[in-house]
């Protein structure tokens, strides 16, 4: 009856950690989360959203995407469908600076539910692009080519 309580209090702590994690509260639900991880044994039934922001939040706060993708793609081979496993699976994508990868996830999500406002809020946020740098000129040109990949990295410094 012990590993049985022990079973259900990590089911428990794992959905708490999700819903703060879904809540926005990252800090305190990557402490949750990580706590499960720790304590539960190697083939714990744990619902597979824990697998899933688990590895979005190791991708996101500890920059580890590669880690973080392992439990994303665990988490799609537990329960295939569920939407929101996809949703942070294209977002570990995105961490990991895999945007094709990222754009298959979403649409094996909207497969699922076509629907999904999170899923179709990130497609449309993918989709976006930058004016040419230099607008006159076509966008493969060397010129804008090369300028838009220096602009692209600048800002990603400038975003850290």
Partial sequence: ?????????????????????????????????????????????????????????IAWRQHKPHEGLLLCEHAVQREFYQPENYYNLARTHLLAERRLSALRAIEQGLRIDPDDDRLLE??????????PVIPFLPRSNALNYGLGFLRHHLLRLLAQ
């Fill in 1 to 57: 009856m012990g590993a049985l309580a022990d079973t259900t209090t990590l089911n428990e702590a794992a959905r708490r950690g999700v819903d703060l994690c879904r809540q926005g509260e990252w800090e305190e639900g990557m402490q949750v989360l990580g706590w499960v991880a720790e304590r539960s044994p190697q083939a714990a039934e744990l619902p597979s959203l824990f697998y899933s922001y688990l590895g979005y939040g």
């Fill in 122 to 131: 990130l497609i449309e946020e993918i989709h976006l692009r930058r004016e």
